[in-house]
């Protein structure tokens, strides 16, 4: 069955510092796909990325980059120079193609404080 | 606003009482989904809709709570019966089946308490 593994529970780090979230996932799908999603205090649930198994290519999109490495099971998700609006609970979510599954199963979360 | 959006944003019932949610989608997208969020924990699956049909239920959908897309656009969530367990972030989203990859765009929640 599907898993995903966020171990961080609460990270806080002083603006301007770098900081990455693990993620770790389980899953016998060939073919699957990972994603980031933010939720701030609002509760609105931001979509950030998705990740195709087949594409093991690292991602930037200005302060954020993406590693996943398929040999760990891992998508980490790394923030540059870290701001207060990065304050959020981040979570790492996964969904199988190969089961026709759609449903995202999900992390329990990392909440991030970014102190002033 | 194109987004998902969600009616009502917060409800306060008594255990007891039956209680219904709304949700739009993006107006292309053919698939809607339902989540449930409590405290402290990622969002769970309850169940999905391709158009109109209810294609996956989750095990977290007791027989006291149901789910329609009468038409294939807007979705309803029923709460029958609602006890304190109840209470969490009711969460919807929406995705377009391109084939190959699809995002799912959540909307704001609804959030509910059960006293």
């Known amino acids: 069955a599907q898993k995903v593994t966020q171990a961080q529970t609460e990270i806080s780090v002083v603006e301007k510092e770098d900081v990455t979230l693990d993620c770790v996932y389980e899953?016998?799908?060939?073919?699957?796909?990972l994603f980031w999603y933010k939720q701030p205090p609002s509760g609105e649930l931001v979509f950030l990325i998705r990740?195709?198994?087949?594409?093991?290519q690292n991602e930037i999109s200005g302060r954020y980059s993406w590693n996943f490495q398929k040999s760990t099971s891992s998508f980490n998700f790394t923030i540059t120079a870290s701001q207060v609006v990065d304050s959020a609970v981040y979570f790492c979510?996964?969904?199988?193609?190969?089961?026709?599954?759609?449903?995202?199963?999900f992390g329990s979360g990392t909440r991030l404080q970014v102190q002033p | 606003d194109t987004g998902v959006s969600q009616d009502p944003r917060h409800k306060i019932t008594k255990r007891g009482q039956n209680v219904t949610f709304r949700c739009d989608p993006i107006?292309?997208?053919?698939?809607l989904y339902w989540y449930r969020q409590t405290l402290g924990q990622g969002p769970e699956f309850l169940t999905y809709?391709?158009?109109?049909?209810?294609?996956?239920k989750s095990r977290l959908l007791s027989d006291r709570f149901s789910a329609e897309r009468p038409k294939g656009s807007f979705s309803t969530l029923e709460i029958q019966r609602t006890e304190q367990g109840d209470s969490a972030m009711y969460l919807c989203?929406?995705?377009?089946?391109?084939?190959?990859?699809?995002?799912?765009?959540f909307g704001p929640g609804t959030r509910l308490l059960v006293l």
């Open positions: 989203a929406s995705s377009l089946d391109d084939r190959e990859q699809e995002t799912q765009y």
């Open positions: 899953t016998r799908d060939t073919t699957y796909y």
């Open positions: 990740r195709n198994s087949f594409d093991e």
């Open positions: 979510a996964l969904s199988e193609k190969d089961t026709g599954r759609r449903a995202l199963t």
């Open positions: 107006s292309e997208h053919n698939r």
């Open positions: 809709f391709q158009n109109e049909a209810q294609l996956e």
